[in-house]
Structure formats: structure tokens, C-alpha cells
């Protein structure tokens, strides 16, 4: 480890050092710095934030946890707090809760449902086997000790913690982790991650962790002697919050989780606890040191909206977030902010155009950097697929003729040596009368003579019609105009460009936008400005039915919208 100091725009104490789960998990799109501010939980902004009311609960995983903490440390019915939860819309009574959206309250009554059924299939299956089953535990698990010396970072505390659903065998022999995820259960889960939980679940012992302090180990005496007693096998289960379906992660035995930890949870947290880089992105939402952050590009006015009255939290805003608070705001609540999505199999069209972006940024990623012109396409055309997911008949026929297309107009091709690609990079800047970061994610970036060229790649089912606006159909170019305009990215703006290339299966469509002309940065205002000014003033996101149901990710737990199709498919009969 590196000296770690106390960033810019920061105060307060950095001695305590507190880890958790994403820690480990070392995501690659997160600052370094941003992150160990996060571990250090005396330490806060400077100046600290106003406390800004917000109406709806957007913690997507708060009222299952409480409707668990029910069932399971208050000995409720299941039906009973159901019942409740659905009443009093996700509080439970509580002074100053957010209350939930109602696609958020169908939601989580359909996750509690599958997790305690999930629960019960588990333990019967122990039973059967003959293995101790295990029980509720209601403290959190943490690893640390008493302060010592002040270290080359600043620390003097160390704690470590797992966040979950807990459960102990009543002989202390066995001890069981379960962790939500909010669509499908993950099998993918890195190896730092697994370990520290492993970790954590093998050697935490019962705490009450606290608020910018540190925690306070519950008194053994208080307690079960299971609840203390270090356990010889720990089990971490996932749960798919969205599909109902539970599998074991892992199973270990006490030797095992040491040696993994140190193989692999231990690197990753010491990496994470002494990052120094900075690097903007969607985590500058809640990063303690922005405001003394000099990477993070300033844009005031960008995208020429008032704000809201009252004020909000800082939030982030992409054209994804602006086309689905389009299609309907309770969408945009549902799977941009609360990340809740049905797993239902993805449309055909997806499918293909998610396989041809896979394979246009790893061609456009390799080192050095060439041409597609001239790679060869898959080997079988009406098999192949990428990134997981498979083709076959028509939409691998069209997907391969779209690959072949992009090589005509191959934003590599030409490119002399030295110029900068980057694929797939997260573009932040930030407007600080509105406290929103902007974030956008083109295809492809690369340097041309002094400037910088935004590329945005899309397959299409159908052409451009002539005089169709450019930018009020593809806002992405909007915000890259605005954003090149601003200076977000270094370059000559007067070399600089944003280009769109629509893939079709028989033919490519190229425009491109020049960011330096005042009449298309207007216009480019004009499009991103319709679009965020309603979204920056609501706070409740209501239903509006239409043509978007269809593919709606959120419809699973929407009345508006089901009842919508409902009524549509009767018209139809």
C-alpha cells in the first residue's frame, strides 16, 4: 500500500477503514478515489451536502429487507406483513420513511414471497440430508479490532463487513450468507467478492455497527453460544430477487475460506481501502470528494434547463435515463433508478444488436488498432454469437450482414498512428447549479488531426426518412454535441465531430454533426432540454400506458401497464 491521504474537499477523520462487499468487488468503472473515501465513513464533504427531501423510496432493496426483519427477528406472518407492506406502502408505519412507488411495492412482495419460499425448499433440503439447519441472526457480522497505531494511510481501525441476510445453526457449527441480487441470481460473481464474504461470514462476529463510528461488538453474555462460536463450514447462497431462484456460491470449510481470503479477498481490499486515482464517472454521484475533484470537467448550463423547485439530491442523467422517462416516468423510476428488471428473454432485435456491438468493441479494443475492412465475419452465418449470448436463422444472418456493412465505414479505418481510441468510454461532466453529473457512453472515441471524434454505432430495422430530425431521433448525438461543445473532452472543437452509422443488413447510413456550429448546438440544447425538464421537476413518476408496455422491463409488477395491454388485446379479439 501507498500513503493515503485525505482528498480535496473533504474533512473529518480517516482512521477508520470499513469494507464491504463492493469493495471487493474492485468494479472497474469506479474512481479509486471515490471509492476508499466511501471505506472511510468518519470522513465527509466539505462543505457536507444540505439533507434534501426525496418522496420515493429508491433503495430498491430497503422494504424486502424490512418486511424480512418482520417475519424473521419480529416472528410476523408472512401474509400478515404482506398485507401491511402493501397498506402502508412500503413505511410500515415508520416516521419519515420514503414511501414506495407502487411497481416498486408489487416488486418487493413478489421477492419476499420467492425468497422466504426459497428459504423453506433450503432448509427441507438440509433436513433430508441430515444437516444442521440454520436461524435468523438479527446483529451484522463484522471482522475488525480494537484501534491501534496510526498506519502509513492514516488508519488505526479495520472493520469488514458483509451485507446479506444472516443465519447461524444453533450449535454455532454452520453459518449461512445470503446475498440479493436485484434481476436473475448471478453465477458471476469475482472471486474477491466470494472470499471476503466467505470471510466475513466465517469470522464476523455479532456487532452493532454505527454511523460514522465504530462499531460496537454486542456483549457476548447476551447472546446464544451459537451465535458466537466460530463456525467449521460457511455456505454463501445467491438469491435472484427477479427470478425467484436460489443456488449455493459457495460451501467451505474454515481452511478454505482462509486460504481463499488471503489468495484473493485480502489483494482486492488493500487495493480498494489505498486507491489514489481519480477517474469521473456515474460513481461522482456519491463521491464525498467532488467538490474538490479537478478531473471532473464543469459545465454549467450544458443542457439549458431551470432547476428544480424544491432542490434535489445530486443525481446522474443519461440519454438512456431521458428515453425512458419518455416512454413512461414510472419506467424510467422502475429500471433506471430502482435497477429492477424482468428476466424475461430479451426481443430478437436486441439479441442481434447487443452480439454486433460485442464484437465491433473487441475489434475496435484490440492493441494496436486496425481497420474492420477486410475481417472476416463469423465462420457459420446463421450460427455465431458473442458476449454470452447465441444466434441463430435470421437474426444471425442479419447480425453477420450488419458486421460486414460497419466495415465500409470503420471509424479505424485510415487512422494514422499515435491517434488515442477508446471504446465504450464513459464521457462525465458536471453542472453545478443543477448538482447533476452527466454521463454519456459512446461507441467508439478517437482523436483525428487535433480533434476528437464521437462515434455512435446503432443496427436498424428501418432507413432515415428524409428531413427526419437528426438529433430529436437519436438524443445520444444531442448530448455529444453539447458535450464536445463544452469542452468536456480537450481537442480542437473545430476538427471535432459526432457521427452516427445505422447498420443495416443491406446498407449503412453516415451522418455526422459539427459541434463548433452555433445552429446545431442549439438545436442540440433545444432536443436535450425537452427531454430533462420534466424529468428534473418530478418526484413521482406516475404511469402513463402506451406503445412502450410492450417491452416494458417493469411491466411484470405494473397495473397501469397490464391492465393497458389487457384492454388493447380485447379491442383486438
Avoid at 465513513?41 to 424486502?64: C, G, H, R, S, Y
Avoid at 416516521?95 to 419460499?117: E, T
Wanted: charged share 25%; with cysteine; glycine share 8%.
Amino acid at each position: 500500500m501507498t500513503d493515503w491521504h485525505r482528498p480535496a474537499g473533504t474533512d473529518g477523520d480517516i482512521r477508520l477503514v470499513r469494507t464491504n462487499l463492493a469493495a471487493a468487488r474492485l468494479d472497474p468503472r469506479d474512481c479509486p478515489t471515490g471509492r476508499s473515501s466511501q471505506l472511510r465513513p468518519m470522513l465527509i464533504a466539505d462543505p457536507e451536502p444540505a439533507e434534501l427531501p426525496e418522496k420515493l423510496q429508491d433503495f430498491t432493496l430497503k422494504v424486502m429487507m424490512d418486511a424480512l426483519d418482520l417475519i424473521e427477528h419480529g416472528r410476523r406472518g408472512l401474509d400478515e406483513v404482506i398485507e401491511e407492506l402493501r397498506r402502508t406502502n412500503g413505511t410500515f408505519g415508520l416516521y419519515r420513511r420514503r414511501v414506495a412507488h407502487p411497481v416498486l411495492v408489487d416488486w418487493s412482495i413478489a421477492a419476499v414471497r420467492s425468497y422466504v419460499a426459497a428459504r423453506a425448499v433450503d432448509q427441507r433440503a438440509r433436513q433430508v440430508a441430515g444437516l444442521p439447519v440454520t436461524f435468523p441472526v438479527r446483529d451484522t457480522w463484522a471482522v475488525g479490532a480494537d484501534p491501534g497505531t496510526v498506519d502509513a494511510l492514516g488508519a488505526d481501525t479495520y472493520e469488514m463487513t458483509a451485507w446479506g441476510r444472516r443465519y447461524a445453526a444453533l450449535d454455532g457449527s454452520v453459518r449461512d450468507l445470503w446475498l440479493l441480487s436485484f434481476g436473475a441470481a448471478k453465477d458471476d460473481r469475482p472471486e474477491s467478492e466470494k472470499a471476503t464474504a466467505a470471510f466475513v461470514a466465517a469470522r464476523g462476529r455479532p456487532a452493532k455497527v454505527g454511523w460514522r463510528k465504530r462499531s460496537a461488538p454486542v456483549p457476548a453474555g447476551t447472546l446464544h453460544p451459537g451465535r458466537v462460536t466460530p463456525p467449521q463450514r460457511v455456505r454463501v447462497i445467491e438469491f435472484g430477487c427477479g427470478d425467484g431462484i436460489h443456488r449455493d456460491l459457495l460451501d467451505w470449510g474454515r481452511d478454505e475460506v482462509q486460504r481463499r481470503f488471503s489468495d484473493a479477498g485480502r489483494p482486492a481490499l488493500r487495493q480498494a481501502i489505498g486507491g489514489t486515482r481519480v477517474l469521473a464517472g456515474s460513481s461522482c454521484v456519491d463521491c464525498k470528494a467532488l467538490s474538490g475533484c479537478e478531473t471532473l470537467p464543469r459545465t454549467p448550463g450544458l443542457i439549458g434547463i431551470a432547476p428544480p423547485e424544491p432542490r434535489r439530491a445530486r443525481r446522474s442523467l443519461s440519454v438512456t435515463d431521458l428515453r425512458a422517462y419518455r416512454d413512461c416516468p414510472a419506467k424510467y423510476h422502475a429500471t433506471r433508478q430502482l435497477k429492477i428488471r424482468s428476466t424475461r428473454p430479451e426481443s430478437a432485435e436486441v439479441r442481434r444488436g447487443r452480439v454486433v456491438d460485442s464484437v465491433l468493441n473487441q475489434r475496435h479494443g484490440a492493441a494496436p488498432y486496425r481497420s474492420c475492412d477486410g475481417i472476416p465475419g463469423p465462420v457459420d452465418s446463421s450460427s455465431w454469437g458473442a458476449d454470452g449470448i447465441h444466434l441463430t436463422g435470421p437474426e444471425a444472418v442479419d447480425g453477420a450482414a450488419m458486421l460486414e456493412q460497419h466495415g465500409y465505414v470503420c471509424p479505424l479505418d485510415g487512422l494514422g498512428q499515435g491517434e488515442e481510441v477508446r471504446v465504450q468510454h464513459q464521457v462525465t461532466c458536471y453542472d453545478r447549479e443543477l448538482d447533476l453529473i452527466l454521463i454519456a457512453t459512446p461507441d467508439v472515441l478517437y482523436t483525428r488531426r487535433g480533434g476528437w471524434m464521437w462515434r455512435e454505432t446503432k443496427t436498424a430495422s428501418r432507413y432515415l426518412y428524409e428531413g427526419e430530425p437528426l438529433m430529436a431521433r437519436y438524443p445520444q448525438l444531442a448530448l455529444g454535441v453539447l458535450m464536445l461543445a463544452a469542452g468536456a473532452l480537450d481537442g480542437d472543437l473545430s476538427r471535432s465531430r459526432v457521427e452516427l452509422e445505422l447498420l443495416h443488413t443491406d446498407d449503412v447510413t453516415f451522418e455526422e454533426l459539427d459541434p463548433s456550429r452555433p445552429g446545431t448546438v442549439d438545436k442540440a440544447r433545444e432536443v436535450i432540454a425537452t427531454l430533462a425538464q420534466p424529468w428534473a421537476h418530478d418526484q413521482n413518476y406516475p404511469a402513463t400506458p402506451g406503445r412502450p408496455c410492450v417491452t416494458c422491463e417493469a411491466l411484470d409488477w405494473c397495473h397501469a401497464g397490464t391492465a393497458y395491454l389487457a384492454e388493447k388485446q380485447k379491442e383486438s379479439v
